[in-house]
């Protein structure tokens, strides 16, 4: 049987990771600045992730929620803590997706309003209701494209401040810090307006942070550096550290009801062990103020580098932009320098979203071979 062929694919195939680094079939190991889109926060293999998850397997790996499983409160606890936002509701998914699925259904049955807004180059997921406010018309199906939605300029307070006075929208939708779209981040006082607005209006505000949370700039959501408080949270990539978890978190303002939300596989006792042993790991290895403190030094470094002609992002989500297209550099840096980097919808940008306990030493070696190669070829 054949695979679907969907994923252009690189001719190097992984069989072990460790740290920041993973190993191909032959032994070569490569340095991961990528992090498989921002889902290594805790290293590949760290030890106490693997005890965490053997053991769980061992003993109960999955039953449904129709019964309890206290592994969910201890996670809901830990996650309270650590983040510091306070007086949410946690809902366990299995993805970002489908997280953002479901912020948007809470956010319509609580309002009555079917109308959401999102904002150029957003990218929230590919099942049906995301991936209508996902700015990519190349992976919409017609399927997709019945939902009543309104795209806008991203930090355009006035053309969303026109769109809420109709009074229709159930959820305004963004990435603090887009991921797939280029590591652009809006103004906090556009941030602070859009909250406003929504509770004027009576929409809801929903922060997308499933590649921008965990601890992955520095705060534990890219949101709070803006001062606002969102009504629902969303969150996947780093949760699990490669296990399968998401989640939302929703506001206690807004009411549960049974039957309401629900997934089969969403919070299982597997699953909450993975995201137990990352939270675990973040706090007693300060994977937060690791990020932050690199954040700095990787800026130091690329101002170093002239090609290099803006950098964007923060913590440990990284965007290089030059004034050539990366394909060729980054295909130059994985084979010839064994070097993962991640790519964006702008094409001139060199992503990084490297593992949250990576180190100097790694961006040296990084910024070395970036040097290198630029010196090399003439892109």
Same mark, same amino acid.
């Given at each position: 049987?054949?695979?679907? @062929?969907?994923? /252009?694919?690189? *001719?190097?195939?992984?069989?072990?990771?460790?740290?920041?680094?993973?190993?191909?079939?032959?032994?070569?190991?490569?340095?991961?600045?990528?992090?498989?889109?921002?889902?290594?926060?805790?290293?590949?293999?760290? /030890?106490?992730?693997?005890?965490?998850?053997?053991?769980?397997?061992?003993?109960?790996? +999955?039953?449904?929620?129709?019964?309890?499983?206290?592994?969910?409160?201890?996670?809901?606890?830990?996650?309270?803590?650590?983040?510091?936002?306070?007086?949410?509701?946690?809902?366990?998914?299995?993805?970002?997706?489908? &997280?953002?699925?479901?912020?948007?259904?809470?956010?319509?049955?609580?309002?009555?309003?079917?109308?959401?807004?999102? +904002?150029?180059?957003?990218?929230?997921?590919?099942?049906?209701?995301?991936?209508?406010?996902? @700015?990519?018309?190349?992976?919409? &199906?017609?399927?997709?494209?019945?939902?009543?939605?309104?795209?806008?300029?991203?930090?355009?307070?006035?053309?969303? $401040?026109?769109?809420? !006075?109709?009074? @229709?929208?159930?959820? %305004?939708? +963004?990435?603090?810090?887009?991921? %797939?779209?280029?590591?652009?981040?809006?103004?906090?006082?556009?941030? $602070?307006?859009?909250?406003?607005?929504?509770?004027?209006?009576?929409?809801?505000?929903?922060?997308?942070?499933?590649?921008?949370?965990?601890?992955?700039?520095?705060?534990?959501?890219?949101?709070?550096?803006?001062?606002?408080? /969102?009504?629902?949270?969303?969150?996947?990539?780093?949760?699990?550290?490669?296990?399968?978890?998401?989640?939302?978190?929703?506001?206690?303002?807004?009411?549960?009801?049974?039957?309401?939300?629900?997934?089969?596989? #969403?919070?299982?006792?597997?699953?909450?062990?993975? #995201?137990?042993?990352?939270?675990?790991?973040?706090?007693?290895? !300060?994977?937060?103020?690791?990020?932050?403190?690199?954040?700095?030094?990787?800026?130091?470094?690329?101002?170093?580098? /002239?090609?290099?002609? !803006?950098?964007?992002?923060? #913590?440990?989500?990284?965007?290089?932009?030059? @004034?050539?297209?990366?394909?060729?550099?980054?295909? *130059?840096?994985?084979?010839?320098?064994?070097?993962?980097?991640?790519?964006?919808?702008?094409?001139?940008?060199?992503?990084?979203?490297?593992?949250?306990?990576?180190?100097?030493?790694?961006? *040296?070696?990084?910024?070395?071979?970036?040097?290198?190669?630029?010196?090399?070829?003439?892109?």
């Amino acid at each position: 049987m054949d695979l679907f @062929d969907v994923y /252009p694919l690189y *001719d190097i195939t992984p069989v072990k990771g460790e740290g920041c680094h993973v190993f191909d079939e032959n032994g070569k190991k490569y340095l991961d600045l990528y992090g498989g889109h921002a889902v290594i926060s805790i290293g590949h293999s760290h /030890p106490d992730y693997v005890k965490a998850v053997s053991e769980q397997v061992s003993t109960l790996g +999955f039953y449904s929620n129709s019964i309890k499983n206290p592994l969910q409160q201890d996670l809901a606890d830990k996650l309270e803590e650590l983040s510091g936002v306070k007086d949410y509701s946690l809902f366990l998914c299995n993805s970002g997706a489908e &997280a953002n699925e479901n912020a948007l259904k809470v956010a319509s049955f609580h309002t009555g309003k079917s109308r959401v807004i999102y +904002f150029e180059k957003a990218f929230h997921g590919r099942t049906s209701g995301v991936v209508a406010v996902t @700015d990519n018309e190349g992976i919409k &199906a017609p399927f997709n494209q019945g939902h009543r939605v309104t795209r806008l300029p991203f930090d355009d307070t006035e053309a969303l $401040k026109s769109e809420l !006075k109709k009074n @229709d929208v159930a959820a %305004v939708i +963004f990435e603090v810090i887009q991921g %797939v779209g280029g590591l652009d981040e809006a103004s906090s006082e556009f941030y $602070k307006n859009a909250e406003e607005l929504c509770h004027a209006h009576g929409s809801l505000l929903i922060a997308d942070e499933v590649q921008a949370g965990y601890g992955r700039t520095g705060d534990f959501f890219a949101f709070q550096k803006h001062g606002i408080r /969102p009504d629902i949270i969303s969150m996947a990539k780093g949760m699990g550290n490669g296990f399968p978890i998401g989640g939302i978190l929703i506001d206690h303002k807004i009411p549960a009801k049974h039957g309401m939300l629900g997934t089969t596989f #969403g919070g299982n006792h597997l699953a909450c062990a993975a #995201g137990i042993a990352v939270l675990d790991v973040i706090k007693k290895e !300060k994977l937060m103020e690791n990020a932050a403190e690199l954040s700095g030094y990787i800026q130091q470094k690329a101002k170093e580098i /002239p090609q290099i002609k !803006k950098i964007k992002g923060r #913590g440990l989500m990284i965007g290089l932009e030059f @004034d050539f297209e990366v394909a060729a550099l980054r295909k *130059d840096l994985l084979f010839n320098y064994q070097i993962f980097t991640g790519a964006a919808s702008n094409k001139k940008l060199l992503r990084i979203l490297p593992p949250l306990n990576i180190q100097k030493k790694h961006f *040296d070696e990084f910024f070395e071979a970036l040097k290198s190669a630029l010196k090399k070829n003439d892109y």
